[in-house]
């Protein structure tokens, strides 16, 4: 049964910073390639960042890359992203999938219910 959960969003002005988070349950969370995603209202799904289970270094998509910080915490099976210097076009709900870049808009893994953005004065 997996389940992915993320938290953390919230209400924030341009240029301010949040922290989300992504607690994973009924896989093996350590040995898994995860992917953080987004939508906005009334656009397509967009990859954000993805993290494997055996690189140290996440990729990003190049409107957040210098901006966000995804990271992964294999003993809490949580993953992270650190988003910073936040704008209004980062407004979206975002989801963690347990998914490689290649698959995110596939929609055949498992994804999270989501947690909304949103970056407005």
């Known amino acids: 049964q997996v389940q992915l959960v993320e938290s953390g969003g919230g209400l924030v002005q341009p240029g301010g910073s949040l922290k989300l988070a992504c607690v994973a349950s009924g896989f093996t969370f350590d040995s898994a390639t995860m992917s953080w995603v987004r939508q906005a209202p009334g656009e397509a799904l967009e990859w954000v960042a993805t993290?494997?289970?055996?690189?140290?270094?996440?990729i990003y998509t190049r409107s957040v890359k210098d901006r966000f910080i995804m990271s992964r915490d294999n003993e809490q099976s949580t993953m992270y992203l650190e988003m910073n210097d936040l704008r209004p076009e980062d407004t979206a709900m975002y989801y963690c999938?347990?998914?490689?870049?290649?698959?995110?808009?596939?929609?055949?893994?498992?994804w999270g219910p989501g947690t909304q953005v949103t970056v407005s004065s």
């Open positions: 999938t347990k998914a490689p870049r290649r698959r995110v808009y596939d929609g055949t893994d498992p």
């Open positions: 993290i494997s289970s055996v690189s140290p270094n996440p």
